[in-house]
């Protein structure tokens, strides 16, 4: 192993080695309470909140006030989401990631900051270019892009996703549905 690759390994344990969020594992944000980060506590209050509320009319056999079942089952599947997140980035320094993987959230970050895909076929290249440790080191840097660019659009791509759909017609949700707009995650599960 170089120093190299030495050093960019010992970064990703440090990095990963503090107490995280038990939903999305982020390993800059601190916890909050009972376990969790405050963007993933705030997610998991929402959902408790909503859940009573939507419950309580149901007791009273009363309609719900427009929407709120809808924001119930919208913030289920964002909490979802936020444990997904956990799944696809948690302990990157631990995990196998290949140059495909690289040229996918490469690929995804550029897709989605420049609307344009400026790294379709760079697989080899990145397989080839950087040691194991080295593309770790690099998945990772750009997670914590595509971490903060899908936390921004949780919320609406729940709204609207089949997902939100299938828990308002009250059939099971599917639980091996991947983060949106991420292929990356697929091939890492
Ligand atoms: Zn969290």
Known sequence: MSSKSEYALEFLINAHSGPKCAWCKHPNKEIYRKSLCSSCYRISRKVKQLTALAE?????????????????DTY????????????SYDNIQEREITGLQLEWELSHVSKWFVKTDLFYGLASVLEHSFTADQRRLFFYLLSLMSRAHLRRGYKQRAAYSDERRRLSHGEPSDEQHPLPESRVHRASQ
């Not at 289920?76 to 799944?87: I, M, P, T």
């Open 56 to 72: 309580e009319y149901r007791k009273q056999d009363e309609p719900a006030p427009l929407g709120l079942e809808f924001d119930r």
């Open 76 to 87: 289920a599947v964002v909490a979802k989401y936020a444990q997904r997140e956990g799944k």
